[in-house]
């Protein structure tokens, strides 16, 4: 509110976040960042055999070369995930979905 009573304009973020929650996306979107930070969060190694494809609800779904790496993740999925609860905090998958397919974004 200004001095004079009336409301005036808000940021954009606010207001946003206002929309996001009552329609109950919020955390989804949040999670969405899980997408565009798979390579820098689970090292150079393992983004170049993989490609985060999608999310659904709180499940990240990664593409992978081969099924060499396709065991080879299933193996390490524990550290991927800790790897993004550090990255993302509240915003992290609840699960990852290693499914064999092409790597190209």
């Known amino acids: 509110?200004?001095?004079?009573?009336?409301a005036?304009?808000?940021?954009?973020?606010?207001?946003l976040q206002r929309v996001l929650?009552?329609?109950?996306v919020a955390e989804q979107v949040r999670r969405q960042v899980a997408l565009e930070a798979w390579p820098e969060l689970?090292?150079?190694q393992i983004a170049a055999?993989?490609?985060?494809?999608s999310?659904?609800?709180?499940?990240?779904f990664v593409a992978v070369r081969s099924n060499a790496w396709?065991?080879?993740l299933e193996l390490m999925r524990g550290e991927i995930m800790r790897r993004l609860n550090t990255g993302l905090g509240r915003a992290s998958p609840e699960c990852i979905v290693?499914?064999?397919g092409t790597t190209e974004p």
């Open 21 to 24: 929650e009552a329609s109950n």
């Open 70 to 72: 396709l065991m080879e």
């Open 8 to 15: 005036g304009p808000e940021h954009v973020k606010p207001v």
């Open 55 to 60: 999310l659904s609800g709180g499940t990240l």
């Open 42 to 44: 689970v090292g150079k």
């Open 49 to 53: 055999v993989t490609c985060a494809r």
């Open 1 to 6: 509110m200004t001095s004079s009573g009336r």
């Open 98 to 100: 290693f499914v064999l």
